[in-house]
């Protein structure tokens, strides 16, 4: 088994941060960037994303929340999607984190284009969302059971991603009960050996 990341996705190290949790921190972890398009990430994931996982027959699963369930239901360690009423919870809780992400990155990729083409209502209107999804992503973190599940570590990652990307932000201002969260999850072994870098290859 291989998981194809990037030393920068939130998404990719919410997988990460997974596998470490449940004891599995010796799979192959193969580093791309999504943006470049090789041949080698195409032939793998013809969207030309990360993450994604590649069996060892061959077959290859993409999108984090499919990868997470993928992995928790069917490899041995504890258990970080839970069933029951708590499931749906955790699911929740992840289906957000995601989703603030993936609104996060489309201001990055506005400021990527050259400053006379930046459409800064787009930025703005979409870090907006990003900050309320703060709010929410501290509502979710004390609506779940303590016990660590899927739910806290996409959040994790999430904050993880506003730090590096939008730390402008500022969200530790006004949510200091998560930002306690954060800093002790932030502490965990599986979340200090996968904070994001532009590295090389980058994303
Ligand atoms: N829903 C997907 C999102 C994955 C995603 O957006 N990955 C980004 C890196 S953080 C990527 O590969 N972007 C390249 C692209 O969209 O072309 C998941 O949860 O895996």
């Known amino acids: 088994m291989k998981l194809i990341a990037s030393t920068t996705s939130p998404f990719a190290r919410k997988i990460r941060v997974l596998l470490i949790e449940k004891g599995f921190d010796d799979i192959e972890v193969e580093m791309h960037n999504p943006w470049d398009s090789k041949d080698e990430l195409l032939a793998?994931?013809?969207?030309?994303?990360?993450?994604?996982?590649?069996?060892?027959?061959?077959?290859?699963?993409?999108?984090?929340?499919?990868?997470?369930?993928?992995?928790?239901?069917?490899?041995?360690?504890?258990?970080?999607?839970?069933?029951?009423?708590?499931?749906?919870?955790?699911?929740?809780?992840?289906?957000?984190?995601?989703?603030?992400?993936?609104?996060?990155?489309?201001p990055l990729l506005?400021?990527?284009?050259?400053?006379?083409?930046?459409?800064?209502?787009?930025?703005?209107?979409?870090?907006?969302?990003?900050?309320?999804?703060?709010?929410?992503?501290?509502?979710?973190?004390?609506?779940?059971?303590?016990?660590?599940?899927?739910?806290?570590?996409?959040?994790a990652c999430a904050l993880g991603f506003v730090d590096f990307r939008l730390p402008h932000l500022k969200w530790r201002d006004r949510h200091s009960e998560l930002s306690a969260w954060y800093q002790d999850m932030r502490l965990r072994p599986s979340m200090q050996t996968t904070v994001p870098f532009e590295g090389e290859p980058v994303a």
């Open 44 to 106: 793998l994931n013809p969207l030309s994303r990360v993450p994604a996982l590649v069996l060892t027959n061959g077959v290859v699963f993409y999108d984090s929340a499919l990868i997470a369930d993928y992995i928790d239901s069917t490899m041995q360690g504890p258990k970080f999607v839970p069933e029951g009423v708590n499931r749906w919870i955790v699911l929740q809780a992840q289906a957000h984190a995601d989703n603030m992400i993936d609104v996060g990155i489309r």
């Open 110 to 155: 506005e400021r990527r284009r050259p400053q006379d083409k930046q459409v800064k209502e787009i930025i703005m209107r979409d870090e907006l969302t990003v900050a309320r999804g703060v709010g929410v992503a501290a509502k979710l973190v004390k609506s779940m059971d303590a016990q660590l599940n899927i739910g806290h570590i996409a959040i």
